[in-house]
């Protein structure tokens, strides 16, 4: 049974807008908490994964018996994104593990990887379960903060999601991760403002961030890879994880380019709360945040409901990728946290959280051709419009991901340490002349 999104998501918004401070680069961290005399910023520390150049991950120990028994009058610690996970299916976890004393006191949350690595380095936080990205995953195992996964207590894997990730590139014999969330990166916008036949009528529909028609209006994402991303498809270049100088100054100077032509502004929420409260007309978008984004429309309305659209380019050849599940070298309750991995990767429990965050899980039991509902539900009592019926709203088909578009799309990967530096030195220069 599918649960409609209660409206008490709304409290959930991410802290106003703007850029959190500024934490040390992803490489920095990493070095610093690397073995002495030793460096995980080395090619010879960190094996670069590509879809083409699969990746076995090197073993830092070993996985926890298969009859380790599960920690009892445990508090469940979780360090994931904010706004990513719905606590009703973490309460479900904890009603179903009652007799084992299992408790949940909150989320520990994170807005970029930077800063979530800098919170798991930092032992402040004894996490059971983390929400690492495919780019950061080879450089957690090479500083030795993850733990090799038992896959005898994570049977939902085989049994319920996609092919695609029972062997994936980054994590050839999933050693240390699985599948959390899988969404593309591409346009939200304001249906009133924009209309879907202008945006899918355009040749080039990336570049409607660089339109003086929206200025002041657009708003980015604080996601140097995939807002820099956004500035490659748009000049035709598909690997999103170039070393190329010509490719990278053509997205330094784009980038530059858009400060001048509509003074965008950086946001976490530009997508999920900004778009739909009139804040930006445009922006750069993860599909599971336009999905979701319906949750923050004020007010309630069918007009406000159908106010926003998604694009993605029909050929499927754009940004896309998955969130992933790991647990710490640290983590106090390892068994607890299996189970919790299996738990949150098994169907009823996986879509019941795509019904609140709008992210897809890669499930196989789910048609994707029936994901887009037909209409909304009418409160005829009330006279006004609730939750939709089904999961992405039937105007933005672009948003729901099929498996084969993981053999189309282009993924964005791990970066060499001076290839990723170079990547935050133009990043830091177009956020230097941004506003929030």
Request: proline residues 7%; aromatic residues 12%; negative net charge.
């Amino acid at each position: 049974m599918r649960h409609v999104r209660d409206l008490s998501r709304r409290q959930f918004l991410v802290r106003a807008g703007g850029t959190a401070a500024a934490v040390p680069t992803l490489s920095a961290i990493l070095d610093a908490c690397s073995k002495p005399g030793a460096s995980v910023s080395g090619s010879e520390a960190v094996q670069i994964a590509r879809p083409d150049n699969p990746v076995t991950l090197p073993m830092t120990g070993e996985p926890i018996a298969t009859d380790t028994p599960i920690e009892q009058g445990a508090t469940i610690q979780i360090l994931n994104w904010s706004v990513y996970m719905w606590k009703y299916v973490i309460n479900q976890f904890v009603q179903q593990y009652a007799d084992n004393g299992i408790k949940f006191s909150g989320i520990s949350t994170f807005n970029n990887m930077d800063e979530g690595v800098q919170k798991l380095q930092s032992g402040k936080i004894q996490a059971d379960v983390f929400f690492p990205t495919i780019d950061v995953l080879g450089k957690l195992v090479a500083a030795d903060l993850l733990q090799p996964l038992n896959h005898d207590l994570i049977p939902a894997l085989q049994q319920d999601n996609w092919a695609v990730f029972q062997n994936p590139y980054y994590d050839q014999g999933w050693r240390y991760s699985v599948p959390y969330t899988i969404y593309t990166t591409g346009i939200g916008y304001r249906r009133d403002q924009i209309s879907d036949e202008q945006i899918h009528g355009m040749d080039n529909p990336w570049s409607i961030l660089w339109d003086p028609a929206n200025k002041g209006m657009v708003g980015v994402y604080p996601s140097d890879r995939d807002a820099m991303a956004i500035v490659l498809m748009k000049n035709g270049i598909t690997d999103l994880n170039t070393s190329n100088d010509a490719d990278l100054e053509k997205v330094r100077t784009d980038l530059l380019a858009m400060i001048d032509a509509v003074n965008p502004r950086i946001a976490y929420d530009a997508s999920y709360n900004k778009l739909q409260n009139d804040k930006f007309w445009v922006t750069t978008a993860w599909s599971g945040d336009v999905v979701a984004g319906w949750g923050y429309a004020a007010p309630y309305t069918e007009a406000a409901y159908k106010g926003y659209g998604y694009w993605f380019p029909a050929d499927r050849k754009g940004p896309i990728d998955n969130d992933l599940i790991a647990i710490p070298k640290n983590a106090a309750h390892p068994r607890l946290a299996h189970e919790f991995i299996n738990f949150w990767i098994s169907f009823r429990h996986a879509m019941d959280n795509f019904s609140w965050n709008g992210y897809q899980p890669p499930q196989t039991q789910a048609d994707v051709n029936a994901l887009t509902h037909t209409q909304g539900l009418y409160n005829k009592q009330s006279s006004s419009w609730a939750a939709p019926a089904d999961y992405v709203a039937p105007w933005m088909p672009d948003a729901v991901v099929r498996e084969s578009d993981f053999g189309i799309g282009y993924r964005e990967g791990p970066l060499p340490p001076d290839v990723d530096d170079r990547w935050h030195q133009i990043w830091s220069e177009f956020t230097a002349g941004v506003g929030s």
